[in-house]
């Protein structure tokens, strides 16, 4: 079955760049889609389709995928963005998520 | 605004059975994809099924595949998961998501997501 890698943990200051890599076989070949979720709340849509923003995300967050690795980055983060990330994409019919990733902004 | 809410769950024997719904409000229930995910306790999300705008096509994870059903009906604007053969793995919370798609590529995101219901698999 498919599968996504993604790091554990990423910690990042305040007002610094956290990037955070979700990896997978041909993952370029496919569309990666990227969730928030906060401590007891439902995961949040942040990017689709590699690099579009929903509304009402702002622009600090940013996608990327290419070579086996799609990516999220988040410039300027702020302790609000401090929450779980998944990436997410399709095996055929099948949705696989990434494990997660838990962001610390200190 | 979109609005989706489940109902149904609680407390469930292994290898017995349990019923989800997802009421839904506020968009066009037939334009969508709809779909279970779960979230055990402290760990990452998982996908469990997905139903087609018309019921035509469903999907499932292979841990659920043969034990729990997806369904929807349109005249309600709800969708639901019989749950059957349940097993303590089974345990976690359960989110009704909507699924939006672009061109061929469907389903896509999630892009809307219930508050989640918790279920418990206990002897």
């Known amino acids: 079955s498919y599968e996504l890698t993604q790091p554990p943990a990423v910690s990042v200051s305040p007002g610094q760049t956290a990037t955070i890599t979700c990896s997978g076989h041909?993952?370029?070949?496919?569309?990666v889609y990227w969730y928030q979720q906060r401590p007891g709340q439902s995961p949040v849509l942040v990017i689709f389709?590699?690099?579009k923003r929903p509304s009402g995300i702002p622009d600090r967050f940013s996608g990327s995928n290419s070579a086996n690795t799609a990516t999220l980055t988040i410039t300027g983060t702020q302790a609000f963005d401090e929450a779980d990330y998944y990436c997410q994409a399709w095996d055929g019919t099948t949705a696989v998520f990434g494990g997660g990733t838990q962001l610390t902004v200190l | 605004e979109e609005h989706l809410v489940e109902s149904g769950g609680g407390l469930g024997q292994p290898g017995g059975s349990l019923r989800l719904s997802c009421a839904t409000s506020?968009?066009?229930?037939?334009?969508?994809?709809m779909s279970w995910v779960r979230q055990a306790p402290g760990k990452g999300l998982e996908w469990v099924a997905n139903?087609?705008?018309?019921?035509?096509?469903?999907y499932y994870g292979d841990s659920v595949e043969g034990r729990f059903t997806i369904s929807r009906d349109n005249t309600k604007k709800l969708v639901s998961l019989q749950m059957s053969s349940l097993r303590v793995e089974d345990t976690a919370v359960y989110f009704c998501?909507?699924?939006?798609?672009?061109?061929?590529?469907?389903?896509?995101?999630?892009?809307?997501w219930g508050p989640g219901i918790p279920v418990t698999v206990s002897s």
């Open positions: 998501a909507r699924a939006d798609c672009s061109g061929t590529s469907c389903p896509g995101w999630f892009d809307t």
């Open positions: 389709q590699d690099t």
């Open positions: 506020g968009f066009n229930f037939t334009d969508y994809w």
């Open positions: 139903i087609k705008q018309d019921g035509s096509e469903k």
């Open positions: 041909n993952l370029e070949l496919k569309f």
